[in-house]
Structures are given as C-alpha cells and as structure tokens.
C-alpha cells in the first residue's frame, strides 16, 4: 500500500476511512471511503468517495460502487457523495450509473503571482477530490 494512503487515510486520528483497491501486474486502482451520520436525515447515513483513482470504465466503477454499497451495508445508507470535476470523463460515468449532480457547488480557485507557476492556471489539469477538503 502506497505510504501516502497510509499516512493520509489509514493513520488518520479523526475519521476512519476504508481504501477499495484493484491490482493488477502494471496497475494499482483504488478508491477511499468513509460512513458518516447524515446531517440532513437523522438515523440515516451517508458515504463519502474521497478519492477515486480508477480508469475511466464505466463497468469497473460500477463495480466499485456496488462493492461499497455492499461494504457499508449494515447502516441505514442515505446516499453516496463523490466529488468530480466537471472536466473529469468519470464525471459521464458516475452519471450514467445513477449519480446526479445538486445544487451544491465547492469552489476552487488561485492567482499566481509568479510567470514560473503558470502551470497551476491549467485547471483542466487538475484532479481534485474531496480528500483534499477532508483533512485533519
């Protein structure tokens, strides 16, 4: 296992996180996930996707979603969350599976003050996910 998973989600003191991963020979695809009280229906619960480093396959992410279903099933599940960008092709794929995009939108945004970082401004370049909010 990777020593940013571990040191990011597996040694984490606030939350518990829960890593789905697929190996293969030349691949390693994974996906982080937590179980959390729902804050807008009491008794219900809600899992976040804080990452989702999967090919772009629709029955491979699929799969995945079921598999976390199936993983948290002993709480009374409310939804599933996931953060894409809207650049990202598994934002297609997510949606064709059954997600749906809400009224609540995160904002990401910079300035760079340096000509060296102009790299930064590419933001279709970027891979955000919600474990870069999550963090303790």
């Known amino acids: 296992r990777d ?3 571990t040191w990011r989600y597996l040694n984490n003191p606030v939350n518990e996180y829960t890593i789905f991963e697929l190996r293969s020979a030349t691949h390693h695809y994974y996906a982080v996930a937590k179980v ?11 899992i976040d996707v804080l990452e989702l480093q999967f090919p772009e396959d629709e029955g491979l992410i699929s ?12 709480y009374a599940l409310l939804q599933i969350n996931i953060w894409l960008s809207a650049n990202d092709v598994k934002n ?12 609540q939108t995160t904002y990401f ?12 401004g590419k933001s ?12 303790y």
């Open 109 to 120: 945004g910079i300035r760079i003050l340096d000509s060296q970082y102009a790299v930064l």
């Open 36 to 46: 959390f009280a729902s804050f807008s229906e009491k008794g219900k619960y809600e």
């Open 124 to 135: 279709k370049e970027w891979h955000n996910s919600m474990g870069d909010s999550d963090v």
């Open 63 to 74: 799969e995945l979603m079921i598999a976390i279903k199936e993983y948290y099933s002993t």
């Open 92 to 103: 297609n794929i997510i949606e064709k599976i059954g997600f749906v995009n809400t009224s």
């Open 3 to 5: 020593s940013y998973l």
